[in-house]
């Protein structure tokens, strides 16, 4: 069983910056994927970016219209997972999940998520 717990969200201005923490527990691989995603009120919840660990390197996907001004980061030692998000916009405005999930083993678990506000 994993235990995902985010923080961080809030409410900032068009232009500034949130970092969100996901806090994982239980029995966590490194090779676990972690993603963040986020859902706007009335459209479904979409992918973020994810970071995946292997060969002691972590490998970063992000949706196209956060390159560049989101960063995701994975700390193992941690079992912690972040998500530094600046020049935010409103439309970056939704509740963020925290995603764990596993290609080798049926595994699929999420956070309750954290409100990011972002007003213009």
């Known amino acids: 069983q994993v235990q995902l717990v985010e923080s961080g969200g809030g409410l900032v201005q068009a232009g500034g910056s949130l970092r969100l923490s996901c806090a994982a527990s239980?029995?966590?691989?490194?090779?676990?994927?972690m993603g963040w995603y986020r859902q706007a009120p009335g459209k479904q919840r979409e992918l973020v970016a994810t970071v995946t660990y292997s060969g002691n390197t972590n490998y970063t996907n992000y949706k196209d219209s956060v390159k560049g001004r989101f960063t995701i980061s994975r700390d193992n030692g941690k079992n912690t997972m972040y998500l530094e998000m600046n020049s935010l916009k409103p439309e970056d405005t939704a509740v963020y999940y925290c995603?764990?999930?596993?290609?080798?083993?049926?595994?699929?678990?999420w956070g309750q998520g954290t409100q990011v506000t972002v007003s213009s």
């Open positions: 239980g029995s966590i691989f490194t090779s676990d994927v």
């Open positions: 995603n764990l999930r596993n290609d080798y083993r049926p595994r699929n678990y």
